[in-house]
């Protein structure tokens, strides 16, 4: 903008020279010619026509023309009201006086970036703080900022009062208690001689690790009870320490079932009703059995499906790579990168088939 209005005022400049030698008649013909014009102008774009000027177009104009009294812009004939000249010329003097009284301070000097990091960091090491209490940390520190600083720090990062924050979810509860929590869930199934199976298994939540109980085609209390028992003492022997069992509210799950694991000093803890995001690990994995077993095998009856199910817990827990376990398996981690680039180059992977081929495990020739 400020280049072409230095370019406008030049030329305008040699046009007022140029007009010095000219004589009175010759103005007088030349300002007729350009009214006539305009008024061609006017009428071929009409009276609702608007003609949009350049921001230098109107400051050159409103220089020009407010030196002449308002009478005079009236009888002057522009493609603009004389009320638009004027108003051009307020807003160029408002630009003006804004630049001239420009405050040499804007308010007080932005948090320094350090300071900042410091306190999003004492927030998140210390949910229980609150803008009050960080100020206080930041004064032992030796730091000076007011407390109202750090509550806008907060606000801007959305974080909320101290009071919401230390308030436990169902998600805080899963990760911080990961390595005392078990799942299990009953998964239904109907073999080809078209009797329904009831299979009970049951996760790790920190390990991932797969234990199938059993499966029956009538799970009762005894069932239950015994698959419960025998749960107890393969935690015993395997060492895992579990205080947390989370299960459904299915009928199928006897009250005897907490009795034994209350004894084992497991305690046993109920989903919402309808909300099987409260067992999500648990479902997970029903959803893989499904889509990587039972949904692509042909179950005859229950013998069939225990050896199924047997070879599939292998397959999970020795082999299958989990996204949660960095692309480990539950009883195997990962193996270190091939670095080597004539390993890479001749690679020789063997295929082992589990299930007639329905599983397939891959690893490097011995």
């Known amino acids: 903008m400020l280049l072409r209005l230095a370019y406008l005022t030049i030329t305008n400049a040699f046009a007022a020279l140029r007009l010095l030698p000219m004589g009175d008649r010759d103005k007088d013909v030349e300002i007729l010619a350009l009214r006539h014009q305009v008024t061609v102008l006017q009428r071929q774009l009409g009276a609702d026509a608007r003609v949009r000027f350049a921001p230098e177009d109107r400051v050159l104009l409103a220089a ?5 009294p308002r009478e005079a812009l009236r009888r002057l004939r522009l493609v603009v009201r004389p009320d638009t000249v004027l108003r051009w010329h307020r807003d160029l003097v408002r630009q003006r006086h804004a630049r001239t009284c420009r405050p040499k301070r804007l308010g007080r000097p932005p948090t320094v970036r350090s300071i900042r990091i410091l306190i999003l960091r004492l927030v998140r090491e210390n949910p229980s703080w609150g803008y009050r209490r960080v100020h206080g940390e930041l004064t032992t520190l030796g730091l000076k900022v007011a407390a109202s600083t750090v509550w806008e720090i907060l606000q801007q990062e959305g974080l909320d009062p101290a009071s919401e924050r230390t308030s436990t979810t169902w998600a805080d509860f899963l990760r911080s208690q990961a390595d005392a929590l ?10 080809l001689n078209g009797q329904r199976q009831y299979i009970l298994a049951v996760i790790e939540h920190a390990t991932r690790r797969i234990r199938i109980l059993g499966t029956t085609a009538h799970p009762t209390t005894a069932w239950v009870t015994q698959a419960m028992k025998n749960l107890v ?3 015993e022997d395997a060492g895992c320490r579990a205080r947390y069992l989370i299960r459904d509210r299915d009928g199928k799950f006897p009250a005897l079932m907490e009795e034994i694991l209350a004894e084992a000093g497991i305690q046993t803890v109920l989903t919402g009703i309808r909300m099987p995001r409260m067992n999500s690990i648990m479902e997970r994995w029903v959803q893989s059995c499904r889509h990587e077993l039972l949904n692509r095998c042909l179950i005859w ?6 050896h199924a199910l047997g070879e599939y ?10 996204q949660g376990l960095a692309q480990a398996a539950p009883l195997r981690t990962a ?8 390993r890479i180059i001749d690679l020789n992977i063997r295929r082992r088939d589990r299930l007639g081929g329905i599983l397939h495990e891959y690893a490097h020739a011995a």
Do not use: K, Q
């Open 64 to 68: 020009l023309l407010t030196s002449l």
């Open 182 to 191: 078990l799942a299990c869930d009953f998964i239904e199934t109907v073999t």
């Open 233 to 235: 003492m393969d935690l």
């Open 301 to 306: 009856n229950e013998r069939h499906l225990r």
């Open 313 to 322: 817990e292998r397959f999970y827990n020795e082999h299958r790579a989990h």
């Open 335 to 342: 193996p270190d990168p091939i670095t080597d680039p004539a």
